[in-house]
């Protein structure tokens, strides 16, 4: 480590000395509360537990389990000897988990019990992995973590600068393949001071910590709390009933979240009264009725954002009320621009694409060099969503561009043509486009407008059972609407725009 140089695990000791007893991290159903110097006894022991286990540094772990303690410490005993974290959604199918793992590689993959049968299915492909654990007890085919603890605290220390690996994500699969994005320890320490710039975060808040610790926006909140001296009430899973109480008597102030998690409380609140008054800052993606339900009912403030896996979750914010609509206004270490099909800047008032550079633009797709040089072509990171700035600097976001269109139902990245090559593996599917559509829920919908083969007949429920049963299920579509043809362009492909305008409302 070089006399310039600030890791994750450097933040981590910093804390243990800065707020010490105080309190760091809560798991909802386990009475025990971790102070900010346990948290740093525990990263050691792990450290010495994989260090003795023969991890060096740039090897990958892959983690398949839901928010908890042990998940938090892989972060920091990784970040101590130099190893890059590999989280996976649990929401993927056992084929897609298969694929993540081997796109990087792990040395070594932890579990959750929930999740072993998956791993066990899947192992005989995976033949970079040395070692199995469990992020509980021993089980059959997995070590225990405990026994990774119980080595001691003292290990090599190891080279390790701001700007290595730290963390891969992948992004949704963009042209039916996901992506690693490799984030660095200083990407991440970036974004955790956006955020405590952004909602004034401090020792005295408590962060309900809800978004999934291998999403950017889970891993990176949970992060910035930490790095504030602010107490993570961390939970596994979201219950609306359960959310509501711990608000009330955990005197919750902070959160990030995608619908339906605020509009759920605020429901709570409505049916039974529940103080939720402490929750005085919230950020994420949200519909405008929820955001100003939110505002009036407990006199906090919601604040907009834009960002991605690529950014570091952001890349620009600002109060909701600042500019209704927008996503705010460009990060104090950000640079922000809106170029044409030429990479030529926009006037303002005009859309272009939403290009960044910074501190807190990612270090590239893994392994993905062409992808990178066009990514990153002429010194800034494009990220393929279009946007345009008004004549006061507020960013308001206008979609993607046509070569990478998303969809996001609850804050999750779907690419229509995963779904698309899914629908097209059902025999009785001629052809379809996927699309996205208001939804009351879930903000955006995912709508698949199908023809039909001659003779082949096919009830909407079954068309989503069967694509749920390829892909992860939170992709397949919540829509379908079957139409006798779709309509084309000159040169013979779809006309996707007039599908949007012609089936673009939920049913």
């Not at 600068?161 to 963390?167: E, K, L, P, S």
């Not at 390829?470 to 779809?494: C, H, N, T, W």
Request: glycine share 10%; proline share 5%.
């Amino acid at each position: 480590m070089g006399l310039y140089d600030f890791t994750f695990y450097d933040l981590v000791s910093r804390n243990a000395v800065i707020y010490g007893e105080q309190d760091a991290w809560m798991d909802d159903g386990d009475a025990r509360i971790w102070s900010f110097s346990e948290i740093k006894k525990e990263v050691d022991r792990l450290a010495c537990g994989l260090w003795k286990q023969g991890l060096e540094k740039g090897d990958r772990i892959g983690v398949l389990g839901k928010n908890s303690l042990s998940y938090f410490l892989l972060y920091g005993a990784a970040a101590a000897l130099g190893a890059i974290v590999l989280p996976i959604n649990w929401r993927l199918s056992a084929d897609e988990v298969a694929y993540n793992l081997n796109d990087c590689g792990p040395r070594i993959v932890f579990a959750d019990p929930e999740f072993e049968e998956v791993i066990r299915g899947i192992k005989d492909n995976l033949p970079s992995v040395a070692d199995y654990f469990n992020l509980g007890s021993a089980t059959a085919g997995f070590t225990s973590f405990q026994t990774l603890l119980d080595q001691g605290t003292t290990f090599d220390p190891v080279d390790v600068a701001t700007d290595d690996g730290f963390v891969i994500i992948h992004t949704a699969a963009v042209a039916g393949r996901p992506r690693g994005a490799l984030l660095s320890h200083g990407n991440v320490l970036c974004a955790n001071m956006q955020f405590n710039c952004l909602l004034r975060l401090g020792p005295a808040d408590v962060h309900y910590n809800v978004l999934p610790l291998f999403h950017v926006g889970g891993l990176f909140m949970a992060t910035a709390a930490f790095h504030a001296g602010t107490f993570n009430l961390n939970v596994s899973k979201f219950d609306a009933v359960r959310a509501a109480e711990l608000v009330q008597e955990k005197k919750i102030s902070v959160m990030l979240e995608f619908p339906p998690i605020l509009g759920s409380i605020l429901e709570q609140h409505e049916k039974t009264g529940v103080d939720i008054s402490s929750l005085r800052a919230v950020t994420g993606l949200e519909v405008p009725e929820t955001i100003e339900k939110y505002q009036d009912m407990t006199g906090g403030t919601f604040y907009a954002m834009y960002g991605q896996t690529e950014t570091s979750c952001l890349a620009t914010y600002g109060p909701y009320n600042d500019r209704p609509g927008s996503a705010g206004k460009t990060l104090p270490m950000a640079e922000v621009r809106l170029v044409d099909d030429y990479d030529r800047p926009v006037a303002d008032g005009q859309v272009g694409e939403i290009v960044v550079k910074g501190p807190m633009v990612f270090k590239g797709y893994w392994h993905l060099p062409e992808d990178n040089a066009y990514t990153f072509r002429g010194g800034w990171h494009h990220t393929g969503d279009q946007g345009r700035f008004d004549e006061d600097g507020f960013l308001w976001y206008a979609g993607r561009k046509a070569e990478k269109e998303l969809i996001k139902p609850g804050g999750e990245n779907v690419y229509p043509a995963e779904v698309e090559k899914a629908i097209m593996e059902h025999p009785a599917i001629a052809a379809t486009v996927v699309i996205g559509v208001p939804d009351p829920k879930w903000k955006e919908g995912i709508k698949a407008v199908c023809v039909l083969k001659e003779g082949e007949p096919i009830e909407p429920e079954a068309l989503i059972n069967f694509v749920g049963e390829r892909i992860a299920r939170y992709k397949k579509p919540q829509y379908i609407e079957f139409v006798a043809e779709l309509p084309m362009l000159e040169d013979g492909s779809v006309d996707r725009n007039k599908v949007k305008n012609l089936y673009g409302a939920a049913e």
